[in-house]
């Protein structure tokens, strides 16, 4: 485990108190919830119990939680739950999508249209209403961009999509636990999360819907509302219950000082790196900062770090022969050796001051150092 | 983590003849700045159906097989390209959960005077004399030409500055699109295919785009290409699109989908007329 660890969009360290909740809960309750003795009767209501909390956390009430096994899933639930539901729909999806719904653009092909981020990471909504078409059905975006921390405006974007009759998938994975809404959560169809991006356990995803327009994906058994089938995983989402309990009490606090952090941060880095750009925005997820260094490799600039302790990531992936730049640092008009050389910090509740002084100054050392030896 | 140590004691010095002057320029540099080591993201390009071929892979392992360096790959496990870090051989120890790096002054001057002494000229005054003059004449040649390409950004100081893409490609419009598979001398499946699929995507374009389309293939591993492949930054098989207005090379364009989309042909050529389109402006 690196000394440094700036990569909590990717992962966050659990909460110890609901690994706790997660190894109690599996010791008493480990009957199955489908059961229809005592043991399995306790299990499903401490199962719903749950659910009806974790709901009123998300100010969720109205609607119904349905457990997946990580975000990727719950996000392929929606994404091909709708799109077969409706044979003929088109579906819109944002440029700054994760992968686990940018699939859809090979999926489904024609079916689907882009809609653009500018270079500030943001939608444009004049762009957007003159996408949807008679027969969209479905428009994804994420709540908060995983590589560059856009916050995006979901209240006016459920508005449009309310105005013109379509549903919203909104894939909340980097945003729940780590700021709070402006909008009402209701007025969005599908909301979708991760635990272990707000200190649960791996392995516990979810979505919250208020639509019955979905098709199941994993069939063979009633739970979830006959969505997902499979034996619910009660441990882990109690600890995730438990771990977005605790990460929603510190939201406040943690906003101003992580926003703080990433200022000096930037600061310091600026003072002592030439020729570099920032791709995230000061207004975005707190603790999140995206960086472009021209001519560098964002994997080597990783590599680097790890060695010295730091653990950082980049945006760029390996793709048969080549090194291919993030599409979305790309759809913010960066140009192919900027978008090749990012890198992403993302800071979260146990990242101090001290270790974020010593990233600021270590990281332009690399930077110089990788200029030189290129 | 996997490391690859020099199996024999005794390092060959002489490999640093041989290696590319960038790798030996980068060598002087690391022992200048008395840094550590350095990483290069890629594969050995010998290995032509390997993921990422990079030259400066294939130099630095060269110089590793010379016993003159060393190398670690941290992220091998991970499904990315590798990333090789590299340091002078004996330099990189096993640590706990990390490799860690002690410098060998003594090795890295070995290094280093090996490095400088086949830099140094000859002791015959007379060779002296006539490099001298060669090098005023090479001067002299570089500010005629420094001059002639003043005000032309489309030229790339150190390297063949003269190159006009409309002369040398043959290309038969004065305005229209270039475009340019960029390759290796050894050509691999994965460069193979991209070559076909842009042939095939070229008859399907519209009859009147065909003759203002010319497609070409770069070896980049000749020098005289140099310049182009640091020009549009390329280092693996690559297609680029190049706008010619008025017989000049202007506006150019990396078709970067072609990487991922190479399984796919049908994909790839979809993608291809797409942005082809729209590179000439058209929707």
């Known amino acids: ?374 | 983590m996997s490391k690859k140590k020099n199996t024999t004691s005794a390092v060959n010095f002489e490999a640093l003849k041989e290696t590319p002057a960038e790798m030996r320029q980068r060598l002087l540099n690391l022992i200048e700045s008395q840094a550590d080591f350095f990483t290069i993201t890629g594969s050995d390009a010998r290995d032509i159906n390997s993921c990422c071929p990079s030259d400066g892979v294939t130099a630095a392992n060269q110089l590793v097989e010379s016993g003159v360096l060393q190398v670690v790959r941290p992220n091998e496990s991970v499904d990315a390209c590798p990333v090789n870090v590299y340091a002078f051989a004996g330099e990189i120890k096993p640590g706990e959960n990390q490799p860690t790096f002690e410098i060998n002054a003594e090795f890295r001057q070995k290094v280093k005077s090996t490095i400088k002494q086949n830099q140094k000229p000859p002791g015959n005054k007379m060779v002296t004399l006539i490099r001298w003059i060669l090098l005023a004449f090479v001067l002299l040649s570089l500010i005629i030409v420094g001059v002639k390409n003043f005000s032309d950004n489309s030229k790339i100081a150190g390297v063949p500055l003269t190159l006009n893409l409309v002369e040398e490609f043959d290309v038969p419009f004065s305005d229209g699109i270039l475009i340019f598979l960029f390759h290796r001398e050894e050509r691999c499946d994965f460069c193979n295919n991209m070559e076909s699929h842009v042939r095939e995507a070229l008859t399907q374009i519209p009859a009147n785009l065909q003759n203002k389309v010319s497609f070409k293939l770069v070896n980049m591993n000749l020098s005289k290409y140099l310049g182009l492949k640091k020009k549009y930054d390329v280092f693996t098989s690559t297609v680029v699109f190049i706008k010619v207005q008025n017989n000049e090379a202007s506006g150019s364009f990396i078709f970067s989908d072609a990487w991922h989309l190479l399984d796919k042909k049908e994909k790839f050529i979809a993608a291809f007329k797409t942005e082809l389109f729209k590179f000439r402006g058209e929707k």
């Open chain 1, 1 to 374: 485990m690196s000394s440094h660890y700036f990569d909590y969009a990717s992962s966050c360290p659990p909460f110890p108190e609901a690994l706790e909740v997660f190894n109690s809960t599996a010791r008493e309750y480990f009957a199955n919830p489908s059961s229809n003795h005592l043991p399995g009767i306790k299990a499903n209501e401490l199962l719903e119990s749950s659910k009806q909390r974790f709901l009123e956390l998300c100010k969720f009430t109205s609607g119904k939680l349905v457990l997946t096994g990580n975000g990727t899933e719950a996000n392929n639930l929606v994404i091909r739950g709708v799109m077969e539901k409706f044979p003929k729909g088109h579906l819109l999806l944002a440029n700054d999508t994760h992968a686990s719904a940018w699939f859809a653009t090979e999926v489904y092909k024609k079916r689907v249209d882009v809609v653009p981020i500018n270079s500030s990471g943001k939608i444009d909504f004049d762009k957007l209403k003159k996408m949807i078409k008679r027969n969209t059905i479905l428009l994804s975006i994420v709540h908060v961009c995983n590589e560059i921390g856009t916050i995006h405006d979901i209240k006016t974007i459920s508005e449009i999509c309310c105005e013109r009759g379509i549903l919203l998938h909104v894939d909340g994975v980097q945003a729940l636990g780590h700021i709070t809404p402006d909008f009402e959560m209701t007025d969005v169809n599908f909301y979708t999360f991760s635990a272990h991006k707000f200190g649960g356990p791996r392995g516990v995803g979810g979505l919250l819907l208020n639509s019955e327009n979905i098709n199941p994906q994993i069939l063979g058994g009633s739970q979830e509302y006959n969505l997902r089938a499979g034996t619910e995983n009660l441990p882990g989402f109690l600890a995730a219950l438990k771990a977005l309990e605790m990460s929603t009490k510190i939201v406040p606090a943690e906003t101003s000082r992580l926003r703080g952090l990433s200022e000096k941060f930037i600061k310091t880095l600026s003072e002592q790196v030439k020729d570099f750009k920032i791709n995230s925005s000061k207004n975005g997820l707190p603790g999140l900062i995206s960086l472009s260094f021209p001519g560098l490799t964002g994997i080597n600039l990783v590599t680097e770090l790890s060695l010295k302790g730091f653990a950082v990531s980049t945006g760029s992936a390996c793709h048969a022969h080549n090194i291919l730049p993030s599409r979305i640092i790309k759809a913010l008009g960066r140009t192919y050796t900027e978008a090749l050389g990012t890198l992403r910090i993302s800071m979260g509740r146990d990242t101090t001051e001290d270790s974020t002084q010593t990233l600021a100054e270590t990281l332009p050392q690399i930077v110089e150092k990788q200029r030189l030896l290129k």
